[in-house]
């Protein structure tokens, strides 16, 4: 599987906080990249029994230790509440999962947002872009990374322009009922 950056906490240096899961479950860093002041990650350990990571929400190891995963839940919502009460006019707080490493290992990004920042899914994309115009490796150059989204900008505005997403209200119902049924389907 190749080295994982996030196997071997003590790598962190001085991004590795205190907090830290008493049962061995998880640990908390400052990312290197952050979205957003006071953005941390929540990431889940190596399980104990065969030294393996486990690669994502998917994975179906994360089940097989329900104190592994309340201990997860726990966690995010104590970094959660603890960086609510001890950063300044934090309005709320977003949690997503990804990883896009060459070797997936679960971790949470724990986002506060500030008042009179924008919100909802603007706020997520706002950190995103953040994210990703300093991100370690880089394979592109900060510039070339803005030059990036301002092409995926300027292909999402030629959509709006051609009204590519304005669809009448009685499509949009009718796809809403057959997604509706699809997805009763596949999450039964």
Not at 132 to 157: T, V
Request: with cysteine; hydrophobic share 30%; aromatic share 8%.
């Amino acid at each position: 599987m190749g080295s994982c950056i996030f196997c071997e906490p003590k790598n962190f240096g001085i991004r590795k906080l205190q907090l830290e899961d008493e049962n061995g479950y998880w640990y908390v860093i400052v990312p290197n990249e952050i979205g957003v002041f006071g953005q941390v990650l929540l990431v889940v350990k190596k399980r104990e029994s065969d030294k393996k990571h486990i690669t994502d929400i998917t994975d179906p190891s994360l089940l097989s230790n329900e104190r592994r995963l309340l201990s997860i839940i726990r966690g995010i919502h104590e970094i959660s509440s603890k960086l609510k009460q001890g950063l300044t006019k934090v309005k709320r707080i977003y949690v997503t999962t990804q990883c896009e490493c060459k070797n997936p290992h679960l971790h949470f990004h724990i986002y506060p947002r500030y008042e009179g920042d924008i919100t909802g899914n603007e706020f997520l994309y706002a950190c995103e872009l953040e994210e990703a115009r300093w991100q370690d490796p880089p394979k592109m150059s900060p510039s070339e990374r803005i030059e990036r989204g301002k092409q995926i900008l300027k292909k999402y505005e030629s959509l709006v322009k051609r009204k590519k997403f304005s669809l009448s209200k009685e499509y949009r119902s009718n796809k809403s009922n057959d997604l509706v049924e699809m997805l009763n389907q596949i999450l039964v």
